[in-house]
């Protein structure tokens, strides 16, 4: 019986610490997502144009990408429970500073540096879960990370929106604050310390291999990321939404989103990564064609769409988290971090000129449809690859050891 029971104790633990890890990321997700929609509320005190929230989102952007292929050389030299302690602190002292200020040059380096850190944080909690991890558990493990980021959008953004019409935006920032002050005894008590060692002799090597895994979750999110900031014109313009309409559209989005996630992940201990990418896929492509055939069901689209997005990511995840050890798991997921912001923002760029004209009709949106649709049917194909180099490379570990 004392097995049974310590199997249990440790089943209850491991499901706590990734309740955990996930609040981690819901925190640094909601950090990082909020300044787009809020901004509209803080322009004014800044006295710049609501347009500028471009910059602020651009140059966390930039401190993310920069700390993410830093990390991928030297967060492995340290703890990275202390590193995360010291990371969620840091992520909370510069959001609150943010509220003292209505220097817009002093907000623009307040976010960088908020990006330097947030750029590290999924890489250090993600690695600390994951080493503790069963490995027939891992996929279900980073389905429930996962999950946060629909949580996001289901909770998050609409309270931060509630807070700053009704409070002023400043409480929105403060609560933001408080979620991250939150998350630091939740981290000592909670976390435990890596089992990796905190130092390495042999640095990590950014090679061919390296880079594909690391790009996978990055190129996978490509063809979503394309549409993201096309879906508000593309659902009342093409679909026939009305604005008052568009809040349930996108809470129910991020259901579908949320349940996708978990379904995908208890299915990962039960069918090939190959069988769920190759099907999730299906579904985001159901979902263009309810804009190719102007199927007038806007809700049919954003759950085929969120719910075909988060599923990828999580079958991507899955095949990508085992390509690293133990020891070098922290700085491959900064780095895979790191990509993931750049590809989103060479997304973000280009998905507007792929449109031929202002206007958003079928003929208009054609392109970037199709650019969607060839981008996401690649994704098995990546799949197949990694899955026959990780083959190999256990293969060759077997024989050497």
């Keep these: 019986m004392m097995p049974l029971a ?30 787009n929609p809020i901004f509209t509320f803080m322009a004014g005190d800044f006295s710049v144009p609501v347009s500028f929230s471009g910059y602020v989102s651009g140059v966390y952007t930039l401190g993310a990408v920069l700390s993410g292929v830093a990390a991928f ?49 999924m890489g250090a909690s993600t690695s600390l879960l994951i080493n503790g991890t069963p490995a027939n558990l891992r996929g279900k493990m980073l389905a429930t990370v996962i999950a946060s980021f629909s949580v996001v959008s289901i909770v998050g953004m609409p309270m931060m929106l509630f807070l700053s019409t009704h409070y002023g935006w400043h409480v929105a ?51 979503p990321m394309l549409i993201i900031p096309m879906l508000v014109p593309l659902m009342t313009q093409q679909l026939g939404v009305s604005q008052n309409l568009l809040p349930w559209l ?36 159901l979902s263009l064609l309810v804009l190719v055939m ?32 133990d020891k070098q798991r922290a700085g491959f997921v900064s780095l895979q971090t790191s990509i993931m912001y750049l590809v989103t923002t060479i997304a973000f760029f280009l998905s507007p000129l792929l449109l031929s004209n202002d206007d958003i009709t079928l003929q208009s949106i054609s392109r ?30 077997a024989v050497t050891s």
């Design 6 to 35: 310590q199997h249990t104790f440790n089943q209850k633990a491991l499901i706590r610490m990734a309740i955990v890890t996930s609040f981690i990321q819901f925190t640094n997700a909601l950090e990082y997502m909020v300044f």
């Design 368 to 397: 970037l449809l199709m650019i969607c649709a060839i981008a996401a049917l690649g994704f098995p194909i990546i799949v197949f690859i990694l899955q026959k180099k990780l083959t190999k490379r256990f293969r060759l570990l």
């Design 294 to 325: 102007d199927y007038q069901n806007a809700a049919l689209f954003i759950i085929l769409f969120l719910g075909g997005s988060y599923s990828r990511l999580v079958s991507s995840s899955t095949i990508t988290i085992q390509f690293p050890d």
């Design 73 to 121: 050389y030297w967060i492995d030299r340290f703890n990275k429970k202390r590193f995360l302690i010291i990371n969620m602190a840091l992520l909370g002292t510069l959001t609150l500073l943010i509220t003292f200020t209505t220097n817009f040059s002093t907000l623009l380096t307040l976010r960088f540096c908020a990006g330097l850190v947030g750029g590290t944080t």
């Design 173 to 223: 920032l403060g609560v933001i604050c408080a979620c991250c002050l939150l998350a630091l005894p939740l981290i000592v008590f909670i976390i435990p310390k890596d089992s990796a060692p905190s130092e390495t002799k042999n640095r990590p090597s950014l090679d061919a291999d390296t880079l594909l895994f690391a790009s996978s979750n990055a190129l996978v999110q490509f063809s």
């Design 250 to 285: 996108f809470f129910i989005g991020g259901i579908a989103g949320y349940l996708s996630t978990k379904i995908t992940g208890v299915l990962t201990s039960r069918y090939s990564t190959l069988l769920l990418a190759t099907g999730s896929t299906l579904v985001f492509i």
